[in-house]
């Protein structure tokens, strides 16, 4: 099969190079990629935005199947645009997305359907929104309704923080149009969980349990990002949570959206808050996690194209997945400044020893080529994952790896993984 994955990080690197194992797989294209996919598949320089492009390259090389990595290009249609054109691909179609691409729509279908979920109220009005803040005191979370790249969560501390915080978003000062609306939410507390399954509509298969790192420095302080790091399994979703989560957050949601004519299909991944044995769903993402693919696609023992293909045909029906016993750790190594500012183009030392490193994989992201060596391009650098017959051993080697790594300035935490050790 010729297959195209489209997207440039590092769950986009994960995603090429769990597929290019496949002896499915007879040619592999990646767009736009990265200097990690290139070592895997051919990059191809059409942004994940250009819908058209993308569609024309795929008629045109007969690709059999399009697996899309990032939300962008699912809530911009991409799956419906293929579709129409009688092409294959993996992922929700832009009505289904939504449920990634509103906030105000995913907390109303929890509502709605009954999902455990923080108390909120959705607001496009100034004054009505200090009101609800003043109402709920602090710490509250304010949250842009639309797409901000995981980083249109405040959480603030005191009402005067989340008074700024609405009245940036509802401006279009924070994150434009995605802040015209706001989401204001109770402020939960616990341990998070990555909580993924891959749907057909109807069949449900769950993923591995994952825990993502959202906060830029260690112990969890600092703003958030798109995610510092992830490990799998992750003790805290407990054979228990892991009935709950599938009984109270994904199956209503899988049906609840069959039920308002937003047939899911694709990864769908809920955001769950675990506290003394009970769940609440903090979001729905539609796509792979990232970095959360990256430790999961590592414990992957099934082949992914059956699963994927099957995904496209509707049909998950008899399929299953099975998971290496191992551990896997992913650290992400950022550039100075993330999420912030940040500076692009330092050069990377020390890819070739972490390549040598048995067991350890330093999936890229925002990296480039530049004279010949690989420099830094982007926020989050690399995604160094490593295998471990326990999540201490994974943790250990992703640390070789990394000390293995350096540039100027580069900042990565140093406690990934350290909450599944204070559960053993
Ligand atoms: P979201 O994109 O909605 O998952 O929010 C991003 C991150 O903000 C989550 O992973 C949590 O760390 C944090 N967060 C979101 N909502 C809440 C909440 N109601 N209470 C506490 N933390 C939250
Ligand atoms: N790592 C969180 C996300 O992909 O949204």
Redesign the pocket.
């Known amino acids: 099969m010729k297959i195209l994955v489209i997207g440039g990080g590092g769950?986009e690197h994960a995603l090429v190079w769990k597929i290019a194992q496949s002896p499915l797989t007879d040619k592999l294209y990646c767009a736009p990629g990265n200097p990690g996919t290139a070592t895997l598949a051919e990059n191809i320089a059409i942004r994940v935005d250009e819908l058209d492009k993308l569609l024309e390259f795929a008629r045109s090389n007969s690709i059999d199947l399009t697996v899309v990595g990032p939300e962008q290009p699912l809530s911009l249609g991409i799956v419906d645009l293929f579709e129409a054109n009688g092409l294959k691909i993996f992922g929700p179609s832009r009505d289904a997305a939504y449920i990634e691409g509103s906030k105000a729509f995913s907390k109303d279908l929890m509502r709605k359907y009954n999902l455990p979920t923080a108390a909120y109220g959705v607001f496009t009005d100034l004054s009505e929104a200090e009101a609800f803040v003043a109402r709920s005191g602090a710490p509250i979370v304010v949250k842009a309704d639309g797409l901000a790249a995981?980083k249109g969560v405040i959480i603030a501390q005191t009402k005067d923080e989340a008074l700024d915080a609405v009245r940036d978003m509802l401006s279009g000062n924070a994150f434009g149009a995605a802040g015209s609306r706001v989401v204001i939410e109770e402020f939960l507390t616990g341990e998070e969980a990555?909580f993924l399954v891959i749907t057909d509509g109807k069949n449900i298969i769950p993923l591995a349990s994952a825990q993502?790192h959202?906060a830029v420095f260690d112990g969890d302080l600092g703003p958030n990002t798109?995610?510092m790091g992830?490990y799998s399994p992750a003790p805290v979703v407990t054979a228990d949570i892991h009935d709950k989560a599938m009984q109270q957050v994904l199956r209503p949601a899988i049906d609840g959206m069959a039920a308002e004519g937003r047939p899911y299909r694709g990864i769908l991944?809920a955001?769950l808050m675990v506290k003394d044995g009970e769940l609440k769903t903090l979001e729905f993402?539609a796509?792979?996690?990232?970095?959360?693919c990256q430790p999961l696609l590592m414990r992957m023992k099934s082949d992914i194209v059956p699963v994927l293909l099957a995904v496209a045909n509707g049909d998950l029906t008899g399929l299953d997945i099975e998971w290496h016993d191992k551990a896997a750790v992913c650290v992400v190594m950022a550039a100075a400044g993330y999420p912030g500012d940040y500076r692009k183009g330092d050069a990377i030392d020390g890819l070739d020893q972490a390549d040598k490193l048995d067991d350890v994989y330093v999936f890229h992201a925002g990296t480039a080529i530049k004279d010949g060596k690989c420099v830094t391009n982007g926020g989050r650098v690399l995604g160094v994952t490593a295998l471990g017959n326990t999540v201490k051993e994974a943790i250990d080697e992703a640390y070789r790896g990394v000390a293995c790594i350096s540039w100027p300035g580069v900042q990565y935490r140093s406690d990934i993984g350290r909450k599944a050790l204070n559960r053993f």
Request: hydrophobic letters at 10%.
């Open positions: 769950r995981g990555s993502d959202k798109g995610g992830a991944y955001g993402n796509r792979f996690g990232d970095p959360e």
